[in-house]
């Protein structure tokens, strides 16, 4: 069976940095969940449609390609707000299904971090993490990244824009952003990246030597 970390959490928690580290430490791939949602939320954008049409957004998750993915338009702050927009469809999340299935399913195992990876994708990943922070904390660290991607934006306005997509993540009907039953819990808000990957480590190392898997190398 692979060995299948998943790696959810809210907005800017720091959940890609973590998973992006322990797929280096594992050799294992990576996979950003979230980039396809953004790249749902831009492709709407980018042909003119609109994010409350469900079925536009529909079509764009079916046709999406992995070109589509290293769009450097996806990390923006707009981006990240179309995706949550796009986020809510059932149906755009069922057309994403099956890639993230498929990544999920090879050898010898594979990291993803998102929203719903441990309760909805993965729920038998061998490896759960739950990572928050609290918002203000979390806007902190976004509005240091959007500055340096040299988008011109106020602490005050990230913070807002990081309550609205928290709540909602939280509150939507298809896969809400909730920490699986078996996820652990790491709260990074007092933590440097340091410590926060160090933290990570130890949790996944518990479930490394359960199921028995060994990086190559
Ligand atoms: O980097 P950040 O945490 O801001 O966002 P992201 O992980 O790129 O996700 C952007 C948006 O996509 C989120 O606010 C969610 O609405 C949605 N998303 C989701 O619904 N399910 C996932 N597995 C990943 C992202």
Same mark, same amino acid.
């Given at each position: ?18 998973? $992006? ?23 709407? /954008? ?34 990240? /707000? ?17 890639? $993230? ?17 441990? &309760? ?15 918002? /203000? ?7 240091? $990244? ?18 609205? *997509? ?25 933590? &440097? ?14 479930? *490394?030597? *359960? ?7």
């Amino acid at each position: 069976m692979p060995f299948v970390i998943a790696v959810d959490g809210p907005a800017a928690s720091g959940k890609g940095t973590l998973a $992006q580290g322990l797929a280096r430490l594992y050799g294992l791939p990576h996979l950003d969940s979230g980039l396809l949602y953004r790249a749902v939320g831009v492709a709407v /954008e980018t042909s003119g449609g609109d994010l409350g049409d469900a079925a536009a957004a529909e079509a764009a998750a079916r046709a999406l390609g992995p070109a589509d993915l290293a769009d450097p338009r996806l990390r923006t702050r707009e981006a990240g /707000e179309a995706a949550s927009r796009v986020a809510v469809y059932p149906a755009v999340r069922a057309a994403l299904k099956a890639f $993230q299935h498929a990544f999920a399913a090879q050898e010898p195992g594979a990291v993803i971090d998102g929203r719903d990876i441990g &309760t909805v994708i993965c729920p038998n990943a061998a490896a759960k993490l739950f990572v928050t922070a609290r918002p /203000e904390v979390r806007a902190e660290r976004r509005w240091k $990244q959007l500055v340096g991607q040299g988008e011109t934006v106020s602490r005050a306005e990230v913070l807002d824009d990081i309550r609205i *997509r928290d709540e909602r993540d939280s509150g939507r009907a298809a896969s809400p952003l909730k920490a699986a039953d078996d996820a652990v819990l790491l709260d990074t808000s007092e933590m &440097t990246i340091d410590e926060a990957a160090d933290a990570a480590r130890r949790i996944i190392e518990a479930a *490394r030597v *359960r199921q028995g898997f060994t990086p190559k190398g």
